[in-house]
């Protein structure tokens, strides 16, 4: 396993209260694979991201318990010092709004090129024109003369691909990419996400990407992690996921999209709101929203159970589940 | 509520998309977003507000804020005790500060006049507790008038854009580039009135240009946000607009910059009766103590400590609450 | 056919460049929206697709008159609203409202829920008795499905989505014929996204409203549509039915749009076909000569940039009467069925 997230929980204290962000995410990436992060604003999707990464605001957010396995490392319990030194160099991050990522005042040359000389103490010329090499790699036309432009100077899809060059300049063994295309425009969305596989397939990273579009699940991932109030709900390999929901929150996303076959008809939407954080549900956080509730499901936490019936690695947090997967 | 029987669905990609879906649970589907869930349990407010159950507007929110803040708390004691004694000087010092005798002159503290005496045998203490007044008359009536003044030219320069706007600019780019202190010296050194209104009204004509950028940037803020569009798309009038919606959502700027500024004025009128442009005797100030103690910091420091330190701490209380008063207000620092 | 509830035609808005501070010089022109032609049927939803910076939010603000376009014509049932003002637009404004994208913003953060949704009979004292009100507020709450109790609650106390809710009940207030709605639930969480869509379209159903819904999620618009227009740069570039539109797109934009869509099916993954486009949209100021999508096509040719292509029916299509046979503007029309 390239990384492993064993039981990590995060938590904010904020104006109102402790608000728990994650609370005990496990989930783990092969080299080469692409694990999706499905999840709503709130879910801790993002949390957890951060968390690995190394870049959450502590305070307010603190690290209450849970383990981040790279490599076998736990980078939890990593020196600030060496933590800096794997991050950017093997473990790297995509962020959803890329202008406000950027530096405004520096030339994306520059910027692109300071990866190499802080990291890997090349002398400036080489390291400008490891830039621009990138920079043709993500196919930025006339990237010679572009290299010396300033973020704003770009559109929104290749500020996205100076990002993922940037991302991909020092070849980390995993990139984590937060909403990466959400922002951009559908024709061009699909330029970036090609762009991210075709680069993920060539060198064999570890992509985890974190989203809310199924659509965009559907196309990439090998394996997907649903998150819902700071858990996973179920995680399963995309095909089988797809294939039959073993969540009732899966399934009532999946149903909320609207489909050919709908049309005309009302959307089969989850009733109700995601939780506060502040005040998660007792028992399973999904049950004050589940048409399938029953009294156990306001009591008892369920464990991420092993879906048994599947022969995929698969499991669901769903008393349920087996019901849930037939439907 | 009753409980909604389990009603088994078909896969997302099964071959059965019949259409028996429950008309009446999905009816509930759309309307069941209030809170509380279908348990109709006690979990009370929306969404992220939990245990406040009240209605709270932002206002109130920066009420609640601010009485647990010890910097606000502090500073309004100070400036309430400032606003006491302004208005009811004898409540704390029965003497007269006109009331001087030469053969006092410079004296220290002694028993009923624990500050000491000043140059010209007046009692220390009677004349900074009465010299409150005119510093705070300064103060309040010289940011009100900014803060009216310069919040209305700005707010419709900002509103209503254009020509308007574009000549109220170059007329606060003009004012800005007056220096203050030589601006009072020339100006007022031609005025012979002994009240406090000239220094007043130079405080207004150059302070308002000030307010107005804020206000002005404000109101283009505020102009811009969709519930304007919503209030103009159901024709609403430009009064209404302006009242309702825009105002309301750009005045805190305003208060936070008049509050600090009210500390600056006060401490303008002390520098101009300093330099002897502003406030003259027999009007009791803190300037025209200052200044008339300064030749005597050798032999009488307490004649100039104690008005300097008032002066200081009123200042001071000021700025803070200003502080106080934004940190509060401004949702964005939370 | 019967006058339609709103028919647009050759709708220009352009906002000029200028430079200089007191004395302005026009150095260009953001040409936003760039001659737009549709009708509006009564009871009926059009939807309207692109990408941002097309121009669809600058259409929804000229329909219900918060901006005032360089040329062209809105007609309202036969009148021309675009050089109204004082009263008469007031009176129109009655009957086309708008529905805004963030549910944040579009609420005043100063103001109750009731007095949110009580301000358009503020405004409009004729539409409701005095005594009246605060009844109408409370039953507009309840009919877009929340607590009426709520009326003294501030817009922050609510999540998006209630949010939403709230802004489509002011919208309703005054009893509208024509609903704009700009991006309504592009800022909600998926799950909260088919809530709002089923209250628009139960609402259209109980009060007789004619949507103009605008967005750039296809599938949404495709659900909730009758007839669809797709926007580029300022121009509409293809109009039909719904099913004209995603199973018989004859222009290539459209087609390029279709196929970059991401299907929440894995399976389709592999035996998809995707057009992917070339570069970006290219700015608003800067309009390409002849059709103005040649730069990004993959079919342009010589003719494209000499001869700007009309909004018609294309000529080979004229004679069939299959489901191509919707207007399209592209010289190189050609009929690309998807099978979803």
Redesign the interface.
Same mark, same amino acid.
């Given at each position: 396993m390239l990384l492993e997230v064993r039981d990590l929980h995060v938590e904010f204290h904020t &104006?109102?209260?402790v608000a728990h962000a994650v609370n005990g995410v496990d989930y783990g990436v092969e080299a080469g694979e692409t694990l999706a992060v499905l999840g709503e604003s709130g879910s801790g999707k993002s949390v957890t991201a951060q968390a690995i990464m190394g870049i959450l605001d502590m305070p307010p957010g603190r690290i209450t318990a849970g383990e981040v396995l790279f490599k076998g490392q736990d980078l939890l319990k990593l020196k600030e010092k060496d933590r800096r030194r794997i991050r950017g160099a093997e473990l790297a991050m995509i962020f959803q709004d890329a202008l406000s990522a950027l530096n405004p005042v520096l030339t994306v040359g520059d910027q692109l090129g300071e990866m190499f000389t802080v990291h890997r103490g090349m002398s400036r010329r080489d390291a400008r024109a490891r830039a621009v090499e990138l920079m043709d790699r993500v196919r930025i036309p006339g990237a010679k003369e572009r290299a010396g432009q300033y973020p704003h100077q770009f559109s929104g899809g290749m500020r996205q691909r100076i990002m993922i060059a940037m991302a991909m300049a020092l070849e980390p063994a995993l990139i984590i990419a937060d909403e990466p295309t959400t922002a951009l425009d559908v024709t061009v969305q699909a330029q970036v996400m090609d762009l991210l596989a075709e680069l993920q397939r060539e060198y064999r990273m570890g992509l985890v990407l974190i989203t809310h579009d199924l659509g965009v699940v559907a196309d990439v991932a090998d394996r997907i992690a649903v998150m819902y109030a700071g858990r996973i709900v179920e995680s399963a390999p995309v095909h089988d996921l797809?294939?039959?929901?073993a969540h009732p929150y899966t399934?009532g996303l999946?149903?909320s999209v609207p489909r050919l076959?709908r049309k005309g &008809?009302?959307l089969?939407?989850?009733?109700?709101?995601?939780?506060?954080l502040?005040?998660i549900?007792s028992g399973c956080p999904f049950h004050? &929203?589940c048409?399938?509730?029953?009294d156990v499901c306001?009591t008892d936490v369920p464990p991420l159970y092993d879906v048994t019936e599947s022969d995929a690695d698969r499991g669901s947090a769903c008393h349920f589940w087996r019901?849930c997967l &037939?439907? | 509520m009753p409980?909604?029987p389990?009603?088994?669905?078909?896969?997302?990609?099964?071959t059965g998309?019949g259409?028996q879906?429950d008309l009446a649970?999905?009816e509930?589907?759309?309307?069941?977003?209030?809170?509380g869930?279908?348990?109709g349990?006690p979990?009370?407010?929306?969404?992220?507000?939990?245990?406040?159950e009240k209605? @709270?507007?932002?206002?109130s929110d920066a009420w609640h804020d601010l009485r647990r803040n010890p910097v606000f708390l502090g500073s309004a004691l100070v400036i309430l005790f400032l606003v006491v004694i302004a208005v009811r000087p004898s409540l704390i010092a029965s003497g007269n500060p006109l009331q001087c005798d030469l053969a006092r002159a410079q004296d220290g503290s002694r028993s009923g006049h624990p500050f000491g005496f000043d140059g010209q045998g007046c009692d220390v203490y009677t004349r900074t507790v009465h010299g409150a007044r005119t510093s705070v008359t300064v103060g309040v009536l010289a940011t009100l008038g900014v803060a009216l003044l310069g919040s209305v030219l700005g707010g419709l320069a900002g509103f209503f854009g254009g020509?308007w706007d574009?000549?109220l600019s170059?007329i606060t780019d003009i004012f800005f580039a007056i220096p203050v202190v030589l601006g009072g010296l020339v100006l007022l050194s031609v005025v012979t009135s002994n009240t406090v209104w000239p220094v007043i009204g130079f405080m207004v004509l150059l302070g308002w240009p000030q307010i107005s950028r804020i206000a002005r940037g404000s109101v283009i803020t505020a102009k811009q946000?969709?519930?304007v569009?919503?209030?103009?798309?159901?024709?609403?009038?430009d009064a @209404?607009l302006l009242l309702?919606?825009i105002a309301?959502?750009a005045v805190a700027p305003v208060i936070v910059v008049a509050t600090i500024a009210l500390g600056t004025y006060i401490s303008l009128e002390a520098t101009l009766s300093y330099l002897g442009v502003g406030l003259k005797p027999p009007t009791v100030s803190w300037g025209i103590d200052i200044s008339a103690a300064s030749p005597y910091i050798r032999n009488a420091p307490h004649a100039l400590l104690w008005p300097s330190g008032a002066l200081a701490i009123t200042v001071l209380a000021f700025i803070m609450l200003g502080d106080a008063v934004r940190d509060a207000l401004d949702p964005k620092l939370? | 056919m019967a006058e339609p509830i709103l028919r647009v035609s050759g709708l220009v808005k352009h906002y000029p460049l200028t430079r200089g501070? #007191?004395f302005k010089k026009q150095v260009g022109a953001v040409k936003a929206v760039d001659g737009v032609d549709f009708r509006l049927d009564r009871g009926e939803t059009l939807g309207i697709v692109g990408e941002s910076g097309c121009g669809k939010s600058t259409v929804a603000?000229l329909l219900?008159? #918060?901006e005032r376009p360089t040329a062209g014509t809105i007609h309202y049932k036969g009148e021309d609203i675009t050089s109204l003002s004082g009263k008469a637009?007031?009176a129109v404004?009655?009957n086309i409202?708008?529905v805004?994208?963030?549910p944040y913003?579009? #609420?005043?953060?100063?103001?109750?829920v009731g007095d949110?949704v009580g301000?358009?009979f503020?405004?409009?004292p004729e539409a409701a008795p005095k005594g009246d009100r605060r009844g109408r507020v409370r039953d507009l709450l309840d009919v877009v499905? #929340?607590?009426p109790e709520?009326v003294?609650?501030?817009p922050?106390?609510?999540?998006g989505?209630?949010r939403q809710?709230i802004?489509i009940a002011?919208g309703l207030a005054?009893r509208p014929e024509i609903i704009v709605a700009d991006e309504p639930v592009s800022a909600l969480d998926v799950s909260?996204q088919a809530?709002v869509v089923?209250?628009m379209e139960?609402l259209q159903a109980e009060f007789d409203l004619s949507y103009v819904f605008i967005a750039h999620d296809l599938s949404i618009v495709r659900h909730i549509s009758d007839r669809v227009g797709v926007m580029y740069l300022g121009r509409i570039v293809e109009t039909g039915t719904e099913t004209e539109i995603y199973d018989h797109p004859t222009h290539p934009y459209t087609q390029a749009l279709l196929s970059a869509v991401p299907v929440p099916?894995p399976?389709a993954r592999e035996h998809r076909e995707r057009i992917i486009l070339a570069g970006d949209v290219p700015s608003p100021t800067n309009i390409p000569s002849g059709c103005r999508f040649r730069t990004r096509c993959f079919k342009a040719r010589e003719r494209c940039a000499v001869q700007v292509p009309a909004l018609a029916v294309p000529a080979e299509f004229r004679s069939t009467s299959g489901p191509a046979a919707h207007e399209s503007a592209c010289h190189f029309a050609e009929d690309r069925t998807n099978q979803a």
């Open positions: &104006r109102d209260g797809y294939k039959a929901p399934r999946l149903n076959d &008809r009302e089969d939407a989850i009733k109700g709101l995601p939780p506060s502040l005040h549900p004050p &929203r048409p399938m509730v029953q306001r019901e &037939r439907g | 409980e909604q389990y009603e088994p669905e078909r896969a997302v990609a099964g998309m259409g879906m649970a999905s509930a589907t759309t309307v069941e977003e209030a809170p869930g279908p348990s349990g979990s009370g407010g929306p969404e992220g507000t939990g245990p406040r209605a @709270r507007s932002l206002w020509v574009a000549v170059r946000h969709d519930y569009q919503a209030a103009r798309a159901l024709g609403a009038s @209404r309702r919606h309301p959502n939370r | 501070i #007191l603000k219900v008159s #918060l637009l007031k404004r009655r409202q708008m805004f994208q963030d913003t579009s #609420l005043n953060p100063r103001m109750t949110i301000e358009p503020d405004i409009h499905g #929340l607590n709520y003294n609650r501030y922050h106390q609510f999540s989505g209630q809710r802004g002011r005054l909260v809530q089923n209250l139960r099916d399976q």
